[in-house]
C-alpha cells in the first residue's frame, strides 16, 4: 500500500461515480474535447505524472489519481462529487484519468516510485488504453498540489528509502581520485616518477604503496630502478612479486644475481608462473639444454622468459640447424650464447651467415664456427664485422685469405681491430724488424698476434734471442710461424733442449722450420725421432713431424724419403671445418675464456 499517501476526510460529496468514469472514458477514447491547462497550475507546487503506459495501482495510488482528476467544463468539482473518492488537502488541476476502483492491488508500481510523500515527487508514467484494465492513464500531465502539505524538499537532501547506504558512482570515482593523488604524493617524496602509472591500478592506501617499494628495497633495486621501470609498483607483493621470486629461486636461480636479473627484465613479476614461466623452461630444456645450466642460461639472458615460444626462439633453431649446425651439438652452443633465441632470422643471423659466406666460407664452415664460437652472431654486421674486414684489407692481408683468418679467429670480428693492428704494427716493426710487407703475412699465420700483449711478445723474443738467434733470424723465424710469440716458455725450452742434446741439430734447422716449438715433446718429437734414429734415416725437421701419425707410418715403408713431401711450414686447411664432429671434439684450438694480453699463452 501507499503508506505516504494523506488519508480522505476533508472533502465529500454526494454524486455519482459512474458519470464521472463515463465522462473520462469519453475523454481517454478520443470523443471528448481536450481542456487547456487550469489556470492555477503555474502557482502551485505539487506532483507532475507523466502518464505514458497502463498502470494497474493499488486501491491507495487509485484514490490519489482520482482525487487529482481535473474538472469537467473547466470549472472547480464541487466537494460533494468527491465523497466515496476523495483526499483531504488536495486542489484538482490538469486533465484526465480514467480508473476503477475494485480489484485493484494492494501494490503497485506507483508505490515502488514513491521516495517522498506523493505530492512531492515526479513520476513517469508509459500507457497505452488497454482492454479490461483496472487503471487507464491517457499521456497527459497531472498537477497536484496541496495547501496543507509543507514545501517540497531539495532532492540533495531526500532521505533514502534503503537500509543500507550507496555511494554514487560520482562519489566512487571521486574517492579513487583522492585515493591516487595520496600515492602519488608518497611516491614523489621518495624521489618516483609516477606519470607513467595513469591508467595502472594502484593500491588504494599509501601503506600498500609502501610495502611493495620496501620489498623491491630489499630485493637491491634503487629508486633509479623504479623510475626506469615504474610498472614494477602495479605488481602484488603476494600474487605476484612472491610467486615469481620462489619458482627462480627453485629453478637454482642464484640470489646473488637476483638483482642485476630485475634490472635487466622486470617485467618477469608481472608474470604468470604456470602460463608464462613454467612453459618456457620446458622450452629450453627440450633443447638438450641441461637441467643443471637452464639457470645459468636465465642468468645470461632474463629476457628469454618473455618470448614467445611459437616466434623468435623456433625460427632462430631452425635456422641454424637448416644450415648444418649439429643437433647434439644445439644444447651447448644456447648454453655458451643464449642471446641467439632472442635474434631474429631476416634481421641478424641469415645476413651475418650470408655475409661470411660472401667472404669465401662454406655454409658448413660457418656451421662449425657457430658451433665453437655461438657469440660471433652477436657482433654487428654494420658496425664491427664489415668495418672490420675492411681494416684488415688495409693491412695488407689478402682477400682470398680472409676466409682463413676469420676460420682460425672469429673474434676477430668483433674486436677494435684496427686500434689493435696499428700498435702490433709498430710493436712487430720496432722489436722484431718486421716490415709493413710482411706483418700482413703473420696475421694471415697466425690472426691472435692482434691481441697478444707488448710484455709477452718481448719474452718470447728474448727467449729466442737467449737461444742464439740473431734479431734478423727471430724475424723470419716468426714471420714463418707466428705462434713461436704465443706459446708456453717451459715447453718452447723443454723442446729446444731435446733438440740440441738428443738430436744434435742446428739452428738452421729450427730457422727452417720454427714450427718445431709447437710440436709435443712426449706425444710427437721423442717417439719419431727415436724410430728415425732405429732405422738410421736423416730427414728435415718438417719431413718429421709435418704429417699425421697415419702418414708418418706410411713414410716409414717407403725406401727413400721423397723431397716431394718435405713441407717446411705447416698452414691452415679449411677442410677441417667440413669434416664431421667426433662426439668427443674438445673444441677449437684456444680455450674460450683464454685472454692473449694476460701473459704466457700455449698454441697446441
Known amino acids: ?52 503506459e497502463t498502470h494497474l495501482l493499488c486501491q491507495s495510488c487509485t484514490d490519489a489519481v482520482v482525487a487529482s482528476s481535473p474538472p469537467i467544463e473547466q470549472r472547480p468539482i464541487h466537494r460533494g462529487t468527491m465523497r466515496a473518492l476523495g483526499h483531504p488537502g488536495i486542489t484538482i488541476s490538469g486533465t484526465y484519468v480514467l480508473f476503477s476502483p475494485s480489484k485493484t492491488p494492494t501494490f503497485c508500481f506507483g508505490c515502488l516510485t514513491q521516495q517522498i510523500p506523493f505530492t512531492r515527487k515526479i513520476l513517469d508514467f508509459s500507457g497505452s488504453i488497454k482492454k479490461k484494465s483496472n487503471v487507464l492513464i491517457t499521456s497527459r500531465s497531472f498537477t497536484t498540489s496541496s495547501a496543507s502539505l509543507a514545501p517540497s524538499v531539495p ?50 592506501t599509501v601503506d600498500v604503496m609502501r610495502e611493495r617499494v620496501d620489498f623491491l628495497h630489499s630485493l637491491g633495486l634503487t629508486i633509479e630502478d623504479i623510475n626506469n621501470y615504474p610498472l614494477v609498483l602495479g605488481c602484488s607483493v603476494k600474487k605476484n612479486m612472491v610467486p615469481v621470486l620462489d619458482y627462480l629461486g627453485k629453478l637454482g636461480v642464484r640470489k646473488a644475481t637476483i638483482t642485476e636479473f630485475l634490472r635487466r627484465y622486470p617485467q618477469v613479476l608481472h608474470a604468470s608462473v604456470v602460463v608464462d614461466l613454467a612453459p618456457v623452461v620446458k622450452y629450453l630444456q627440450g633443447l638438450d639444454i641441461k637441467p643443471g645450466d637452464v639457470p645459468r642460461v636465465l642468468e645470461r639472458y632474463p629476457e628469454l622468459l618473455g618470448f614467445k615460444l611459437e616466434g623468435t626462439m623456433s625460427t632462430s633453431v631452425a635456422y641454424l640447424i637448416g644450415i648444418g649446425v649439429a643437433r647434439r651439438e644445439l644444447g651447448g652452443v644456447l648454453t655458451r650464447y643464449p642471446e641467439i633465441l632472442g635474434m631474429r632470422v631476416g ?66 670480428m668483433g674486436i677494435e681491430l684496427k686500434a689493435k693492428l696499428v700498435s702490433q704494427q709498430s710493436l712487430f716493426e720496432s722489436s722484431i724488424l718486421v716490415g709493413r710487407d710482411e706483418y700482413g703475412k703473420v696475421i694471415e699465420k697466425m690472426p691472435q698476434a692482434v691481441s697478444l700483449s707488448r710484455s709477452t711478445v718481448l719474452k718470447h723474443v ?31 725450452r723443454m723442446n729446444f733442449e731435446y733438440f740440441q742434446t738428443e738430436m744434435n741439430g742446428d739452428l738452421e734447422e729450427l730457422i727452417a722450420f720454427p714450427a718445431f716449438f709447437t710440436y709435443g715433446l712426449e706425444s710427437t718429437i721423442r717417439p719419431r725421432h727415436q724410430i728415425m734414429a732405429k732405422k738410421g734415416l736423416k730427414c728435415s725437421l718438417g719431413w718429421l713431424l709435418n704429417c699425421s701419425d697415419e702418414k708418418f707410418k706410411e713414410r716409414m715403408s717407403y725406401d727413400s724419403i721423397g723431397i716431394e713431401e718435405m713441407e717446411t711450414e705447416p698452414s691452415f686447411d679449411m677442410k677441417t671445418f667440413l669434416e664431421p664432429r667426433e662426439e668427443d671434439d674438445s673444441g677449437s684450438e684456444y680455450d674460450e675464456d683464454s685472454e692473449f694480453e694476460d701473459g704466457d699463452d700455449v698454441f697446441m
Open 1 to 52: 500500500m501507499c503508506s505516504r499517501l494523506p488519508s480522505p476526510s476533508l472533502f465529500h460529496h454526494a454524486g455519482s461515480t459512474r458519470k464521472v468514469l463515463a465522462v473520462a472514458k469519453k475523454i481517454v477514447l478520443g470523443k471528448y474535447p481536450q481542456p487547456p491547462e487550469h489556470p492555477a497550475l503555474s502557482s502551485l507546487p505539487g506532483l507532475s505524472l507523466q502518464t505514458r
Open 155 to 204: 532532492s540533495s537532501r531526500r532521505p533514502s528509502s534503503s537500509l543500507y547506504a550507496r555511494p554514487s558512482l560520482l562519489q566512487m570515482k571521486d574517492e579513487r581520485a583522492a585515493n591516487r593523488a595520496r600515492v602519488y604524493e608518497f611516491l614523489r617524496g621518495l624521489g618516483i616518477v609516477p606519470d607513467e602509472l595513469d591508467g595502472l591500478e594502484l593500491p588504494v
Open 347 to 412: 634481421r641478424v643471423i641469415k645476413p651475418f651467415v650470408e655475409y661470411l659466406e660472401s667472404l669465401g666460407l662454406p655454409r658448413l664452415a660457418v656451421a662449425r664456427l657457430v658451433e665453437k664460437r655461438p657469440h660471433i652472431l652477436g657482433f654487428g654486421l654494420d658496425y664491427q664485422a664489415k668495418p672490420n674486414v675492411e681494416a684488415l684489407l688495409e693491412f695488407g692481408i689478402r682477400k682470398e685469405a680472409l676466409a682463413s683468418v676469420i676460420a682460425q679467429y672469429p673474434d676477430i
Open 462 to 492: 728474448d727467449f729466442l734471442k737467449g737461444c742464439g738467434f740473431l734479431l734478423k733470424q727471430v724475424s723470419r723465424m716468426v714471420v714463418g710461424c707466428p705462434q713461436l710469440l704465443a706459446l708456453n716458455l717451459d715447453i718452447m
